[in-house]
């Protein structure tokens, strides 16, 4: 197992925009009124924001990282460095986080980053920015973590459709001689790629007229080659297995009783699956927190989105140990151990 310890830095706020828009599950009309029960009762979504045609993931993040620092009170010459994950960037070229630090007003020193990673995405970047941090020859940094699912799958998938949602996020990093930081333990198994898959649109597989067709495939759902391709039994038992054991072992590590914790925040892939997991760690549901519900699986955002949206009084008001898992599509994952005290949370933010 992969543990890192990254010191000299903390955490200074969160910040998260969604779009307007809201999409109903119960509106659903390609499931009956007895199905959408089911699958809202089940995946714990009830309804999610969809990006308009014009809106991008940067778009989102930008919105959250202006905001949030105006409210941090940063000179931006000061921010050395932008990490960008996600994916849904703006173009295949040039890298998304040139085009944000340019819009943000960074300055021309600033290192940029993008990362290409989904449901573990934050976790990943938060490691990579706060290893950039920890020497002190960069002082302030910016993750910004976001995507535009809705863009990925097939309105007409059953399986897909209810369950994502669209959001962008920021996180503000700084770096502290003497603190004590934060703590990873990250994992990857590539065997499993297929389980979640976009077969075509890229340079393995291109675009053909093939990619475009709607088709049904093999468990009845409807989906061209360029949306998402995922197979729930294999993303369940990986999740399942993975994720208890990479908190616990992080735990284990860091000789951290469960007790210490104040909150263990999980990417929201789905109401079961998580309650499976938090379960499997015997975690006291009142320390689990939950966005599944109006924002659905928003990918590489959901733990900001939760905290900002789920969290937000005690990270303003006290001191908090968090602990972060993510894991999906790579097959990738991850956990990390910070701790917060009276830091920035701002209300979500609409663009």
């Given at each position: 197992m992969a543990?890192i310890d990254i010191p000299?830095v903390v955490?200074?706020g969160?910040?998260?925009?969604v779009?307007?828009d809201?999409?109903?599950?119960?509106?659903?009309?390609?499931?009956?009124?007895?199905?959408?029960?089911?699958?809202?009762?089940?995946i714990?979504?009830e309804?999610?924001?969809?990006?308009?045609d014009?809106?991008s993931?940067?778009d989102?993040?930008?919105?959250a990282a202006?905001?949030?620092?105006?409210e941090?009170?940063?000179?931006?010459?000061?921010i050395?460095?932008?990490?960008?994950?996600?994916?849904?960037?703006d173009?295949?070229?040039?890298?998304?986080?040139c085009?944000l630090?340019?819009?943000?007003g960074?300055?021309?020193?600033?290192?940029?980053l993008?990362i290409s990673?989904?449901c573990?995405g934050?976790?990943y970047?938060l490691?990579v920015?706060s290893?950039?941090?920890?020497?002190?020859n960069?002082?302030?940094?910016?993750?910004?973590?976001?995507?535009?699912?809705?863009r990925?799958?097939?309105?007409?998938d059953?399986?897909?459709?209810?369950?994502?949602?669209?959001?962008?996020t920021a996180t503000?990093?700084?770096?502290v001689?003497?603190a004590?930081?934060?703590?990873f333990?990250?994992?990857?198994?590539?065997?499993?790629?297929?389980?979640?898959?976009?077969?075509?649109?890229?340079y393995?597989?291109?675009?053909?007229?093939?990619s475009?067709?709607?088709e049904?495939?093999?468990?009845?759902l409807?989906?061209?080659k360029l949306n998402?391709?995922?197979?729930?039994m294999?993303v369940?038992?990986?999740?399942?297995s993975k994720a208890p054991?990479?908190?616990?072992?992080?735990l284990?590590?860091l000789q951290?009783?469960?007790e210490?914790?104040?909150?263990?925040?999980?990417?929201?892939?789905?109401?079961f699956?998580?309650?499976?997991?938090?379960?499997?760690?015997?975690?006291d549901a009142?320390?689990?927190?939950y966005?599944?519900?109006?924002y659905?699986?928003?990918?590489?955002?959901?733990?900001?989105?939760?905290?900002?949206?789920?969290?937000?009084?005690q990270l303003?008001?006290?001191?908090?140990?968090?602990?972060?898992?993510?894991?999906?599509?790579?097959?990738s994952?991850?956990?990390?151990?910070?701790s917060t005290?009276?830091?920035?949370?701002?209300?979500l933010?609409?663009?």
């Amino acid at each position: 197992m992969a543990f890192i310890d990254i010191p000299n830095v903390v955490v200074k706020g969160f910040s998260a925009c969604v779009p307007p828009d809201i999409d109903e599950n119960i509106n659903y009309s390609l499931l009956t009124e007895e199905e959408r029960a089911k699958v809202i009762s089940s995946i714990g979504v009830e309804r999610k924001r969809v990006a308009k045609d014009n809106v991008s993931a940067s778009d989102l993040c930008y919105k959250a990282a202006e905001k949030l620092i105006e409210e941090l009170h940063w000179d931006k010459n000061d921010i050395g460095c932008l990490i960008f994950v996600s994916q849904t960037p703006d173009y295949i070229l040039p890298a998304t986080s040139c085009l944000l630090q340019h819009r943000l007003g960074l300055n021309s020193e600033c290192y940029t980053l993008d990362i290409s990673l989904g449901c573990s995405g934050w976790v990943y970047g938060l490691s990579v920015l706060s290893s950039l941090l920890s020497h002190g020859n960069i002082k302030k940094g910016l993750l910004l973590v976001g995507d535009i699912t809705t863009r990925l799958g097939c309105r007409e998938d059953t399986s897909y459709w209810p369950l994502f949602g669209d959001a962008g996020t920021a996180t503000a990093v700084e770096y502290v001689e003497g603190a004590s930081g934060m703590y990873f333990h990250t994992a990857t198994d590539g065997s499993g790629a297929e389980a979640i898959i976009i077969p075509d649109g890229a340079y393995r597989n291109g675009i053909s007229k093939e990619s475009l067709k709607i088709e049904v495939d093999t468990d009845g759902l409807n989906r061209s080659k360029l949306n998402t391709k995922m197979d729930g039994m294999d993303v369940f038992a990986f999740a399942v297995s993975k994720a208890p054991k990479s908190v616990a072992a992080l735990l284990e590590k860091l000789q951290m009783p469960q007790e210490d914790i104040d909150c263990f925040v999980f990417h929201q892939a789905n109401r079961f699956l998580n309650e499976k997991i938090r379960k499997k760690l015997k975690i006291d549901a009142s320390k689990v927190p939950y966005s599944l519900l109006n924002y659905g699986n928003t990918s590489c955002a959901t733990i900001p989105l939760t905290l900002v949206t789920e969290r937000q009084e005690q990270l303003q008001n006290s001191r908090m140990n968090i602990v972060g898992c993510a894991f999906g599509v790579g097959l990738s994952w991850g956990s990390v151990y910070f701790s917060t005290e009276n830091i920035i949370c701002l209300d979500l933010i609409e663009y």
